[in-house]
């Protein structure tokens, strides 16, 4: 059974360290890296080669999109930060975009908060921030995201790259 495997981070608001060092830990070991905004960087910075990134509220740089939409082997991620949907407040705009990307996973950003629900045949995962975590769970986090033919696991990681299986959550695919 073939696997797709990604990281995502988000918020990370000027830590370029920490995106250095998530890329450099896991760049060759896994199908895609992925970052929903916030970054404070510019848009052209080296350390977004080989990284697929999209422009949060704090990120003021033209050269960013809103939105992606991304195969991996045959999973469909749409990518966002979540502000131009209004998650603060509601649900339902982030959803139709998942639905319009017809996307197996969408990953937002935003609300600092590490989370992943599932709606429908859609994962929505939230990695929380790498810099600026907010809410019960006062830890810097990623996620590390796997995809099988059958299921979806979310894994959430330390900035030192260790787990914290209190959040792992499983669904199904």
Known sequence: MASTRFVVMSDSHGDRGIVEDIKKHYQGKVDGIFHNGDSELPSDA?????????????????????????????????????????????????????????????????????????????VFINPGSVSQPRGPINVKLYALVTVTDDKIVVDYYTRDHQLYPELTKEFSR
């Open 46 to 122: 080296p350390v977004w080669d080989g990284i697929y990134v999209v422009r949060g509220n704090c990120d003021y740089d033209a050269g960013y999109k809103d939105n992606l939409v991304t195969r991996l082997g045959n999973v469909v991620i749409a990518q966002t930060h979540g502000h131009l949907y209004h998650i603060n407040f509601m649900w339902d705009r982030l959803d139709l975009f998942a639905q319009s990307a017809d996307a197996d996973i969408c990953l937002y950003g935003h609300l600092h908060r590490a989370d992943a629900w599932q709606n429908g045949k859609t």
